[in-house]
Each structure stands twice: as structure tokens, then as C-alpha cells.
């Protein structure tokens, strides 16, 4: 057979694995095991509008937009969260109250739930309302990561008696991960003038989408998962969370140059992604800045892309490590070139990479492959967050939950010091503002940007999730 031949064939072999693997998530998932964070199959989608990225009318829309009258999340439902979803859209909050705590009983780990039922507990009365913009209809579980953080602080905020008595509510919007949408989101959330603030979006590309919209009507948002550095200062009214890609860069070249004693990489990116671009474009910055440099880059975008070819490229032109500063839309791509790496060089990632299907498709290949991401659970053992978010979903979370959870919580801050909108962004960018995160004191630098280091992890073999294989904190760096 020839190379080209064999080449072929490998390729359908891998793509054939990661659908069977993807068939093995979902059958642990649906079996209700516990796993990284609760979830669901990796990059599971649900169909969109048949109106596609055009613009949709302000009925369809509104559909997309829920405080519990409707329900978002396309899992089969409980029937008493049927039921609530109901007698949320009569108005019948007590009755609603009941099937909600009933369905948490049977379901604890539904962020969805757990907010509609904080709402319903609020009924008619005054109440502080943010928007929580999240990609139910592009990467679900990402969603519900991001939900589950939202819905504990809201949770925690409300049981507590409120901001200064008032209660907390939460309108989840769904917009696809997809920046048109997320535009025409923004633009319903900032023309409801009850909305007083907004957690979202998901990537960097529909956060940038977004702010367009919130820099017009001067409503807040706070990012909790968008790291492309183009958000830095992109308008006083956006903030972030999480830390830009020039943390994750850094980190990750001072572990290639000094830990790894490496000096020569291979970077593999999406050029149809903001996030994607940026981590490559501050790495590549970090490494010659650190005395390393790029000898070659692989875009997952380009039609050709062949892992198996690329990879055997990068060798052939000297690399001794290779950056994955993959996506969620190319995690599929990536996880080829970990199985056809097949740990000949050491891997790198970015936060894009930290999903179930690495543990699940990556396997063996991925062992010890280093990420850098915003937060670990087991990180820091001195914080409360690990045990509270445990003992509430009945699962470990992501960081992706105690980043969002940090977002509300900052919200819940800037509410409790002046609750307009105007007021919040006044508040979070005030030299003296402080509040206490699940990752540790949440201030933010003038351009809206957290300043706060990232961690490493790795991937280990070990017992903490279904798939045999877990992300483990590097230590001591």
C-alpha cells in the first residue's frame, strides 16, 4: 500500500473512533454517572432556526429568552419541571415552587431548574434581574457549566435574604455560540430596560459580537470564558472574569522552556476563531520572548487540514513540542493529532481543550499533556467553592462554573453598591472594588480584564471522572 494510501486510511480509522467514542460519552453520560462536571456528550447541538444567521423577528427571539415560562435546555424534562414550566406561564408561582423542588429531587445536577425555581419563589415582587447568555444551541455543555455557576450565587444570594433585601433574578437567553445571533440577543437584553446586567457570552467571538450592542446601550456584561485578548479594552462596560490568553501563553511557554528544558514548537489553531488566534498569536509572543520560537503552524480551518500528515511535518521541521490552542469547534481536529502523535512530542493546550471527549478520545495519548486554565477544583484546598458546588449539584465542577459563579457574584457586588446600570459599570471599575470568588479576590484591571494567574493541570490516569483518565493541578511551578 502507499504512504498516501495509508495515510488515507488512518485518518477514516480516527474519525471513526471519535464518533464511536462519542457514542461511548453519551453512554456513560445518559447511564448518570458522575463525571467531569456533570456532563453531557462533548459539543452535543440541537438544531437551529430554519431562518439560520439572518436576522430573526423579535417573536423568535423572544423564544429563546426564558425566566422559566419556557424551557431551554432540550433534555428530556422531568414531568414536574414540565409542569413547573407551566405554572410559571400562568402565573401560578406556588404551584410551580413544588414541581421544581420536586424535580431537583430527582435532578440536582439542572442549573435551568434551580434558577427558574429561585424565580418562582420571587413571583411578582421587586426583584435585581440580570440575563445570563449562554450557547445552549453550540456547545450545551458549556452551558450548563456556566449555569450551574450562575444558578449557585443566585441560590446562595437569594437564601441569604437578597442585595440589601431585594431578591436576585436571572433570565437565561440562548444564542447559539453564534456571533449574529449573539448580536440579536444583545440587542433584546439591552432594550429590556429591567435587565440591569449580563453574564455571557461563551467564546470570544460572540462576546465580541455582543459588546457592540452593550457599549451602545451601556449595559454591563461580564464574560466568564471569553480569553481573546481583543476583549482587552474593548469598551468600559465589558469585563471578564476569566484571564486573557496572555496568562495561559505565558504560563505555558515558561513550562516549555524551563520545565520541558524545549525550545522549538509546532502550533495548531483555528483562523476562523478569535480565541484561537489570539492564544497562538500571545504563545507565539511568550515563546521567543522566553528564547524558544515556532518553527511551524497547522490551521485546523484549512480544508486540506490532515492531522496525520501535519504532524509528521512539524517533527520533520524540528518541533519538540506542539501547542493545541484548538477550539470547541475544532476539539475533534486536535484530538487527531494527539492519536496520531502518539506521544512522540509533548502536547500542549489551551483552555479549549479542557473537555470530557480529551479524556474519553484522547486517552493514553493525552497522558501528560499540560493545559493552562483559569481555575481547578483541586487547586486550592483553603476555598469553600469545591465542597459548596459538590454538596449542591452532586457533582465536581469546571472551571467554567466558578468562573460564571465569580461573574454573578461581582454582579451581586456592584448591584449591592448601586443597583442602575450605569451604577454597576461605575462600581466594577472602581480602583477600591473587591469581591470574594470561587477562584480567589475578583478585582479587574482598567481595560475590564481579571488580573489573576492561570493553572496548569494535566491529564493523569485515575478514578475522579468515568473515563479512567482525569485533569490533575501541576504544582510547585
Known amino acids: 500500500m502507499s504512504k498516501k494510501n495509508e495515510t488515507v486510511v488512518l485518518v477514516l480509522s480516527l474519525l471513526i473512533t471519535i464518533g464511536l467514542a462519542g457514542a461511548g460519552i453519551w453512554w456513560l453520560t445518559s447511564r448518570g454517572g458522575i463525571n467531569l462536571g456533570g456532563l453531557l456528550p462533548q459539543n452535543q447541538t440541537f438544531p437551529k432556526s430554519a431562518t439560520g444567521n439572518s436576522p430573526q423577528s423579535e417573536q423568535a427571539i423572544q423564544q429563546r ?15 414536574t419541571k414540565q409542569a413547573a414550566v407551566q405554572a410559571i406561564a400562568s402565573g401560578n408561582y406556588n404551584a410551580a415552587i413544588s414541581d421544581l423542588q420536586a424535580s431537583l429531587n430527582t435532578n440536582r445536577n439542572d442549573p435551568e431548574a434551580l434558577i427558574y425555581l429561585n424565580n418562582a419563589r420571587i413571583g411578582a415582587q421587586k426583584s435585581y434581574t440580570i440575563a445570563a447568555a449562554v450557547p445552549i444551541g453550540g456547545d450545551l ?15 446562595e444570594i437569594n437564601q441569604s435574604g437578597g442585595i440589601s433585601g431585594t431578591p436576585l433574578k436571572v433570565i437565561i437567553a440562548n444564542d447559539d455560540n453564534n456571533p449574529e445571533m449573539a448580536a440579536q440577543i444583545a440587542t433584546a437584553l439591552a432594550n429590556n430596560s429591567e435587565i440591569l446586567a449580563v453574564i455571557g457570552h461563551f467564546a470570544s467571538d460572540t462576546t465580541l459580537a455582543a459588546s457592540k450592542i452593550y457599549q451602545q446601550k451601556q449595559l454591563v456584561a461580564i464574560s466568564p470564558t471569553s480569553t481573546s485578548v481583543e476583549l482587552s479594552g474593548v469598551a468600559k462596560n465589558i469585563f471578564r472574569t476569566v484571564p486573557s490568553d496572555r496568562f495561559a501563553a505565558n504560563a505555558l511557554s515558561r513550562y516549555m ?35 524558544g520560537q515556532i518553527v511551524s503552524e497547522f490551521d485546523f480551518a484549512n480544508g486540506n487540514f490532515n492531522a496525520a500528515d501535519s504532524v509528521k511535518s512539524a517533527i520533520a521541521q524540528g518541533a519538540e513540542v506542539i501547542l493545541l490552542a484548538s477550539n470547541s469547534a475544532t476539539i475533534d481536529q486536535a484530538l487527531q ?15 479549549g481543550a479542557y ?6 478520545i484522547g486517552g493514553a495519548g493525552a497522558t501528560d499533556m499540560v493545559l493552562a486554565v483559569p481555575w481547578h477544583i483541586l487547586a486550592d484546598p483553603q476555598s469553600n467553592f469545591p465542597q459548596t458546588s459538590k454538596q449542591l449539584w452532586n457533582a465536581e465542577v469546571s472551571w467554567r462554573t466558578a468562573l460564571a459563579y465569580d461573574a454573578a457574584i461581582a454582579l451581586i457586588v456592584g448591584l449591592g453598591r448601586n443597583p442602575t446600570r ?13 469581591a ?11 481595560s475590564g480584564d481579571r488580573n489573576r494567574a492561570v ?5 493523569k490516569p485515575g478514578n475522579r471522572t468515568s473515563y479512567g483518565y482525569e485533569f490533575v493541578p501541576i504544582s510547585g511551578l
Do not use: W
Open 257 to 291: 522552556v524551563g520545565k520541558l528544558q524545549k525550545q522549538k514548537a509546532a502550533v495548531f489553531f483555528n483562523s476562523a476563531s478569535s480565541y484561537s488566534k489570539s492564544l497562538k498569536d500571545e504563545f507565539t509572543t511568550a515563546i521567543y520572548g522566553d528564547g
Open 355 to 360: 473537555t470530557a471527549k480529551t479524556l474519553q
Open 337 to 351: 493529532v494527539v492519536q496520531v502523535n502518539a506521544k512522540r512530542l509533548p502536547l500542549l493546550a489551551g483552555d
Open 436 to 446: 470574594k470568588g470561587a477562584s480567589g479576590p475578583i478585582r479587574f484591571l482598567p
Open 65 to 79: 429568552l426564558s425566566g422559566g415560562q419556557k424551557q431551554l435546555i432540550p433534555q428530556p424534562a422531568t414531568t
Open 422 to 434: 450605569t451604577g454597576i459599570q461605575q462600581a466594577l471599575s472602581a480602583s477600591d472594588f473587591s
Open 455 to 459: 493553572q496548569l493541570v494535566t491529564v
Open 141 to 155: 455543555n458549556a452551558a450548563l457549566e456556566m449555569l450551574r455557576g450562575v444558578a449557585q450565587a443566585q441560590n
